[in-house]
T-cell receptor
Framework: GAVVSQHPSWVICKSGTSVKIECRSLDFQATTMFWYRQFPKQSLMLMATSNEGSKATYEQGVEKDKFLINHASLTLSTLTVTSAHPEDSSFYIC??????????FGPGTRLLVL | AQKITQTQPGMFVQEKEAVTLDCTYDTSDPSYGLFWYKQPSSGEMIFLIYQGSYDQQNATEGRYSLNFQKARKSANLVISASQLGDSAMYFCAMREGVEPGGSYIPTFGRGTSLIVHP
């Protein structure tokens, strides 16, 4: 079946550095991808909708300059956490819809900022 | 106001028993879709079952069934014959405007932690 991959699966970085997370749809094209953030024992919070060929749509309260999203092709969206701080440590997960009934999730990326 | 409400933060069930996880939703859109996902400790989100607002019958997928009560705006997940591997977080989600041109943006509930004990 369809698969969405994320890379890296986990990352540890120093405060102030930038981290790029890739989300790829492996066997289908995705004009739209979603980026979520999940804190421990909490729900998925939608951060932004990534649109191929246009600007991402950010949810209220999400800093556009902090979380840069680029949907470079029909199979790749990237999320860059700029100048990461410890409070950015979280589980980041992407998803891509494939039809109205199906949404495939990536395996997630665990970010730890020291 | 929350669009998806899961009132059970945690549930316990004995192996081989059935368990119902509650989900209520709020929408004024006549076209919507309801989903259930399983998230084990590894973090991956596993799609379990889907129910469209216009579907006449309750969705079923193997041991999973969705008890869809439209008038009550509830979409409870029923897991039959629980297995130890069913222990995980379970999230109910809704997507409004599933007709062509709809938003496709899903909203998730807070989740229910299910523990299956032997």
């Amino acid at each position: 079946g369809a698969v969405v991959s994320q890379h890296p699966s986990w990352v540890i970085c120093k405060s102030g550095t930038s981290v790029k997370i890739e989300c790829r749809s492996l066997d289908f094209q995705a004009t739209t991808m979603f980026w979520y953030r999940q804190f421990p024992k909490q729900s998925l919070m939608l951060m932004a909708t990534s649109n191929e060929g246009s600007k991402a749509t950010y949810e209220q309260g999400v800093e556009k300059d902090k979380f840069l999203i680029n949907h470079a092709s029909l199979t790749l969206s990237t999320l860059t956490v700029t100048s990461a701080h410890p409070e950015d440590s979280s589980f980041y997960i992407c998803s891509a819809p494939a039809g109205r009934e199906t949404q495939y999730f990536g395996p997630g990326t665990r970010l730890l900022v020291l | 106001a929350q669009k998806i409400t899961q009132t059970q933060p945690g549930m316990f069930v004995q192996e081989k028993e059935a368990v119902t996880l509650d989900c209520t939703y709020d929408t004024s859109d006549p076209s919507y879709g309801l989903f259930w996902y399983k998230q084990p400790s590894s973090g991956e989100m596993i799609f379990l079952i889907y129910q469209g607002s216009y579907d006449q019958q309750n969705a079923t997928e193997g041991r999973y069934s969705l008890n869809f009560q439209k008038a009550r705006k509830s979409a409870n997940l029923v897991i039959s014959a629980s297995q130890l591997g069913d222990s995980a977080m379970y999230f109910c989600a809704m997507r409004e405007g599933v007709e062509p041109g709809g938003s496709y943006i899903p909203t998730f509930g807070r989740g229910t932690s299910l523990i299956v004990h032997p």
